[in-house]
């Protein structure tokens, strides 16, 4: 079975606070690819990283940052020095990338980031 | 070079009535995704369809709902004698290819159905 689980329903942090957005995904695929997506109050979603399987490099874009770890079947999102215009819903969500593959998102409950000035 | 469009973005319906949610891809795209997301859940997926076919359709609710995307113009999904649990944010994806690494999923601004 797929499944994307985010434990952090709530995080409130100060402006210029570090905050980590846990992610937990469950998959059988060997291929699979995660992804994190960025919901601000006005409802649209805003597509920040996909990561394949394969590669477990860090990435680092500007003050955002993720740590994928097969061995835990974790895939973190890091926001250094947070800015009030991070408050949003976070989505992390996860796609098998096998032959019966349809590319649907399995997406976790997703993570609400308050960042107070 | 136009985003996904959705439309209406808002729609309020009475228990009873059809909902027809409208979804116009990004230039070039031929897969279509809609994925339904609850009051303070996550998104689920629901439908994925190709122009003329419906390729996976495993989240969709059994009755009262269906989902098209034609030859000519944008895919639709339909909810008939809606029901207050039907009040959601509905979200359509567009994608350039099939599933892969290389054809990411875009998303339109949704469409917010409220049943009264």
């Known amino acids: 079975a797929q499944k994307v689980t985010q434990a952090q329903t709530e995080i409130s942090v100060v402006e210029k606070e570090d905050v980590t957005l846990d992610c937990v995904y469950e998959?059988?695929?060997?291929?699979?690819?995660l992804f994190w997506y960025k919901q601000p109050p006005s409802g649209e979603l805003v597509f920040l990283i996909r990561?394949?399987?394969?590669?477990?490099q860090n990435e680092i874009s500007g003050r955002y940052s993720w740590n994928f770890q097969k061995s835990t079947s974790s895939f973190n999102f890091t926001i250094t020095a947070s800015q009030v215009v991070d408050s949003a819903v976070y989505f992390c969500?996860?796609?098998?990338?096998?032959?019966?593959?349809?590319?649907?998102?399995?997406f976790g409950q997703g993570t609400t980031l308050q960042v107070k000035p | 070079n136009a985003g996904v469009m959705q439309n209406p973005r808002h729609l309020v319906r009475r228990r009873g009535q059809e909902a027809r949610l409208r979804c116009s891809p990004m230039?070039?795209?031929?897969?279509v995704y809609w994925y339904r997301q609850l009051p303070e859940e996550g998104l689920k997926f629901m439908v994925y369809?190709?122009?003329?076919?419906?390729?996976?359709e495993s989240g969709m609710p059994k009755e009262r709902f269906s989902a098209e995307f034609p030859k000519e113009g944008p895919s639709i999904l339909r909810i008939q004698q809606v029901v207050r649990g039907d009040s959601a944010a509905y979200f359509c994806?567009?994608?350039?290819?099939?599933?892969?690494?290389?054809?990411?999923?875009?998303f339109g601004p949704g469409t917010r159905l409220t049943v009264l």
């Open positions: 994806a567009s994608s350039g290819g099939p599933p892969g690494p290389y054809n990411e999923q875009f």
């Open positions: 998959t059988r695929d060997t291929t699979y690819y």
């Open positions: 990561r394949n399987s394969f590669d477990e």
């Open positions: 969500a996860l796609s098998n990338g096998g032959s019966s593959n349809t590319g649907k998102l399995i």
């Open positions: 230039k070039g795209h031929s897969h």
């Open positions: 369809l190709q122009k003329e076919n419906i390729i996976d």
